[in-house]
């Protein structure tokens, strides 16, 4: 960490998306911003980080930090791009992976393989002679010469990454630290299943340490280039449970940079609601290929460590953010049911057919194009000229073979693509115990403002909210994001047996390796907030709730606080014992306040033009158009009305009312409630 760095002042964000780069840049001092898109450079990721930069006439020296979510270790998973990796395991339990769970991916297609192959082949599974049992008793030690034998064999397979994953290491790591140690030796790189995933159920603690282990030498040699090429500023990444760690902290545990655009939004969102006092808010964040929804209650969003990957289990801290395969290129076909959308996508090339570059299959993007929404007088970030016969020719099939006109169809399309949204909503509401007609739907992605407002009259919401720089929300969040850390480590106590001895040397134990970076970066205790989180659940069952608690721990606080919120989700409680199945704490340095200069108050705005735009199939509403870059504070805006920046589009129904405030953020409400 270089402390003593000083640019002048400016903090910035940079997301890399598959189509687009985005940087948000904040100076502090002066309240200036600049926002910048570019396209993304696949295949090098850093030439696009110093192409924003250009872009927004910054070099590394004008930068205090500099910030970044990308989706490498992402895309690397996605595409199976990862590298070989050996694995080290408890002799007799090598083909855990083989083995995995009995369930299959795909339930009623058996013509499909039942599971994705293990990602480690058999010639380079290594057995190693050593046992621990779930107490952590060392029934078998793993002497020098069988960890020599294991370490000849790993080092024979001529890979550079190693993961190493033993029975109970998460009781006990004695013997994962010392075969650690000696291939530390011989190999590049070497995962410890103790450190990146300390807790029960074998498979997916070895599946996740295998991946992390496979994309270890790709995030290195990128961390490291990165580096070399932004030295003048202090560089941090993005992790996918919503904060930023140091690069050096990605580079040891780099599976915890899958999804970290996704996670950057999102704590974009939770800086915004946190700011704004917003008690519970819903992310929706609407994209070219994908929708992500995302459950955020008194500033914090909600956290899961049961995920996957490209049909891959991960165990990670990760924002429990709900994906699904509908976005503005997703495209629109007939199915046995009628009109599905998603997951296939158009892409960015050729992308919609109403951008003009040779797409002819019908998208949700074309069939806002088709109703009006989207201004075919301007360019779509400056360079994207929309063309909406295009968009009607790639829909007037589906037309024909419905019997309806195209506006029809559009109309369906978009009540279609509303009610595969609505049921995501509900599973990170409903699903949870929380009530989301309460909630405040936070609306960002190119396309997710288009969308909202109808949406939130499907599912019940009052109040939409379309923040400041939504279009580039995810790399806003890169600014915004606490240096977090976090951990959880396997309990497994139950309240009638507690301990609280053991308890509280593990606690001590995870929260000194939590704040020891935080430290050594030079800040004080004093600054580190600390958040502690109880996995708790009835004996005998699967899955555990999160409850949180103070320290020290009252264990009669803790049951009574578990039971109300199992009664929460499940709606019922019992007075039986419960068990404490992990343990998780997350320490957290806030950011300095850093905002953009508030927006000055003005003369009513006039529309830069008026146009048809269809709400409805009787007939198209005459619709004014505001440039959202001009909009003063305390602009109110009576729907139907379409608002636009450069890179985005706000769709204001009949019976709406859209409202700015200070801050350039945008409030949509139905008039009269």
């Known amino acids: 960490m270089r402390a003593n760095l000083a640019g002048k002042g400016w903090q910035v964000g940079i997301d890399i998306g598959g189509t687009f780069t985005d940087l948000i840049a904040l ?343 088709v109703l009006g929404y989207l201004d075919t007088t301007r360019r779509l970030g400056g360079s994207i000229a929309l063309d909406v016969a295009a968009a009607e020719a790639s829909l007037a099939p589906l037309a024909r073979q419905l019997g309806i006109g195209v506006v029809a169809l559009a109309l369906g399309i978009q009540r279609v693509a509303n009610a595969t949204m609505v049921r ?46 939504s279009s580039g929300f995810s790399a806003l969040g890169c600014i915004v994001a606490d240096m977090i850390h976090t951990q959880q480590h396997a309990v497994r106590m139950l309240s009638t047996e507690w301990d609280a001895d053991r308890f509280t040397a593990l606690h001590d134990g995870m929260l000194s390796t939590l704040m020891e970076p935080l430290l050594r970066q030079g800040h004080s205790k004093n600054d580190i907030l600390v958040e502690r989180m109880a996995l708790v659940r009835y004996v005998g069952q699967s899955y555990a709730i999160e409850v949180g608690f103070a320290a020290p721990l009252d264990l009669d606080t803790l049951g009574r606080d578990f039971r109300r919120r199992h009664l929460e989700i499940y709606g019922y409680a019992t007075e039986e014992h419960w068990e404490m199945q992990s343990l998780r704490l997350r320490t957290r340095v806030a950011r300095p306040a850093s905002s953009a200069a508030p927006l000055p108050p003005g003369a009513a705005p006039q529309p830069t033009s008026v146009g048809p735009c269809w709400f409805e199939p009787a007939a198209p509403y005459q619709t004014p158009r505001f440039d959202r870059d001009l909009l003063p504070a305390g602009a109110k805006i009576a729907g139907p009305a379409v608002v636009e920046d450069a890179w985005s589009t706000v769709v204001v129904p009949p019976g709406y009312a859209l409202t700015a405030d200070t801050m350039g953020h945008l409030w949509i409400r139905e008039e009269g409630r």
Do not use: W
């Open 27 to 369: 100076q502090a001092s002066t309240g200036e911003y600049r926002s910048i898109k570019v396209p993304t450079q696949r295949n090098d990721p850093v030439a696009s980080i110093k192409a924003a930069l250009a872009a927004a006439s910054l070099t590394p020296e004008d930068v205090d930090d500099l910030v970044h979510g990308t989706t490498l270790v992402t895309n690397a998973i996605v595409e199976d791009r990862v590298e070989p990796v050996a694995l080290v395991a408890t002799r007799g339990f090598e083909d855990v992976l083989e083995i995995g769970r009995a369930g299959r991916q795909h339930l009623y297609r058996l013509d499909l393989p039942p599971r994705r192959a293990a990602q480690v082949p058999p010639e380079r599974r290594i057995g190693l002679a050593e046992r621990v049992d779930h107490a952590g008793h060392v029934l078998l030690a793993a002497d020098d010469r069988a960890i020599a034998e294991a370490v000849a064999r790993a080092k024979a397979t001529g890979v550079e990454s190693v993961a190493v994953s033993l029975m109970h290491a998460y009781a006990n790591p004695v013997h994962e630290r010392a075969l650690g140690a000696a291939l530390g030796e011989s190999v590049p790189f070497v995962s410890l299943s103790h450190e990146i995933n300390p807790e029960t159920r074998e498979f997916e603690r070895t599946a996740t340490t295998v991946l992390n282990a496979s994309v270890m030498p790709i995030a290195a040699r990128y961390l490291d280039r990165l580096q070399r090429e932004v030295a003048g500023t202090r560089l941090h990444v993005m992790h996918s449970a919503g904060g930023m760690a140091s690069p050096e902290a990605a580079a040891r545990r780099p599976l915890s940079m899958a999804l970290s655009g996704p996670a950057a939004g999102i704590a974009a969102a939770a800086h915004t609601a946190a700011a704004l006092g917003l008690e519970k808010a819903l992310t929706f964040d609407m994209g070219g290929t994908t929708t992500d929804v995302c459950l955020i209650v008194n500033g914090t969003a909600e956290i899961s460590t049961d995920s996957k990957l490209a049909g891959r289990p991960v165990r990670q801290p990760m924002v429990a953010v709900e994906s699904i395969g509908a976005g503005g290129g997703s495209l629109v076909t007939m199915g046995t049911g009628g009109l599905s959308i998603g997951p296939e996508s158009a892409g960015a090339e050729p992308g919609p057919a109403a951008y003009g570059r040779g797409g002819t299959r019908p998208t949700v993007t074309d069939a806002n194009a």
């Open 424 to 469: 995501a909503l509900a599973r990170v509401t409903v699903e949870r115990g929380v009530d989301g007609r309460q909630c405040t739907l936070l609306a960002f992605g190119g396309a997710g403002p288009m969308h909202a407002a109808r949406l939130a009259r499907e599912f019940g919401i009052a109040e939409i909210l379309v923040p400041r720089f």
